[in-house]
């Protein structure tokens, strides 16, 4: 922070109403202080490519600008830089991604205020934070990849096939979404089958849903 007295925070979410509560909080700490506040992901890049923060704090979830894609700017200006994501998401596959992220620190937006608070503090004391809910889906995580072999964890782009599978979505459709051939389409399909040692794809959907990595809509 150099010789600020209080951490400089830039925070994003598309909701207006959460922005003003995390902004709040963030306000009434002695640590810390709003710099600015954007709804929209490319606004937040925009400025991410203008200047260093302190502290950022983001969703995942924003429309204009995947929130995991301003986790990457930022990494790739800052290595050090302290994030914090604010999530509604509970999802395996996410949390899967976030543990992989690098963050410093996740939270649910159910969660207390006085979670972001604890969360603003560990960080700044460089320590890691997760809200109990979060943890706890680490955990069952942890448990379900325990049946995996390593190598036989879904990769990032296998559970985007298998999300695409799930959606009754055809192998025409996944590739064209995926910008994929099709023949790639159907390597991933063979690979997921194996991976949850199904005996088609029906069975390997209810065997992801059933261990976490798939939750139906």
């Keep these: 922070m150099g010789k600020r007295e209080k951490a400089e925070v830039l925070v994003v979410d598309d909701h207006s109403l959460v922005l003003e509560g995390i902004c709040r909080v963030v306000n009434r700490m002695p640590e810390a202080v709003v710099a600015d506040a954007v709804t929209s992901g490319i606004k937040a890049a925009e400025l991410i490519a203008k200047r260093d923060y302190d502290i950022y704090i983001l969703d995942v979830s924003i429309p204009d600008l995947s929130g995991f894609e301003l986790i990457a700017r930022i990494r790739e200006l800052n290595e050090q830089a302290l994030i914090i994501v604010n999530t509604m998401h509970e999802e395996v596959w996410i949390a899967n991604r976030l543990a992989q992220s690098g963050v410093n620190a996740v939270i649910l937006k159910a969660s207390a205020s006085s979670e972001l608070a604890e969360a603003i503090r560990s960080v700044l004391l460089g320590k890691s934070y997760t809200c109990p809910r979060f943890a706890s889906i680490c955990r069952m995580l942890a448990r379900h990849s325990a049946e995996l072999l390593p190598h036989d964890l879904p990769t990032r782009r296998e559970l985007e096939v298998l999300q695409g599978i799930a959606k009754g979505l055809s192998t025409r459709e996944i590739a064209a979404q995926l910008s994929i051939s099709e023949n790639t389409v159907e390597t991933f399909r063979k690979r997921l089958i194996s991976k949850f040692d199904a005996r ?18």
Excluded: C, H, Q, T
């Design 200 to 217: 088609n794809s029906v069975d390997m959907v209810l065997k992801a849903v059933s261990r976490g990595w798939l939750k139906l809509e």
